[in-house]
């Protein structure tokens, strides 16, 4: 892959699942074109998911995860032989850190989810979740490194 201008070879965003967080990703996504205008940029979600990131300007390539047999296999080598440079792991689980290990990132920025024991009291307690920042600007909180 040819290095841009900017010293940097793309970007992949990892968000895998869930409807609100994908499109509620997308600030973040344009945030990150309009630093680095030249860069690729791919994200890779659950294949029934695509249709949410497909028509983004901003992302140059899809990689659909496929959760059938041998899928996070599959993608994990899609990823690496892209050579994405830095990878930002939306999703914060193990299979996004199974693919951000993979895909031999020079750089891996991490969203840091809630405290677990605000997700117990929500599902176990069934107490409503009060988030102090809005998903939208933790997801952007991501990419301040």
Do not use: C, Q, W
């Not at 028509?55 to 659909?64: A, L, T, Y």
């Not at 840091?112 to 939208?136: G, T």
């Amino acid at each position: 892959m040819k290095a841009t201008p900017d010293g940097t070879d793309g970007f992949l965003f990892i968000r895998l699942s869930s409807v609100g967080d994908i499109v509620l990703t997308e600030p973040a996504v344009a945030a990150l074109r309009e630093r680095f205008p030249d860069a690729r940029v791919g994200f890779a979600l659950k294949r029934r998911f695509t249709d949410l990131v497909a028509g983004n300007e901003s992302i140059d390539r899809v990689h659909p995860f496929d959760e059938t047999g041998g899928g996070l296999r599959r993608l994990a080598r899609e990823i690496r032989d892209v050579s994405y440079r830095f990878v930002i792991d939306l999703h914060s689980n193990a299979r996004s850190r199974v693919l951000s290990r993979a895909s031999g990132a020079d750089a891996v920025l991490r969203y840091r989810k809630r405290d677990p024991f605000d997700s117990i009291a929500v599902r176990v307690l069934r107490r409503p979740y009060r988030a102090s920042r809005r998903l939208v600007s933790r997801y952007l909180e991501t990419l301040s490194p």
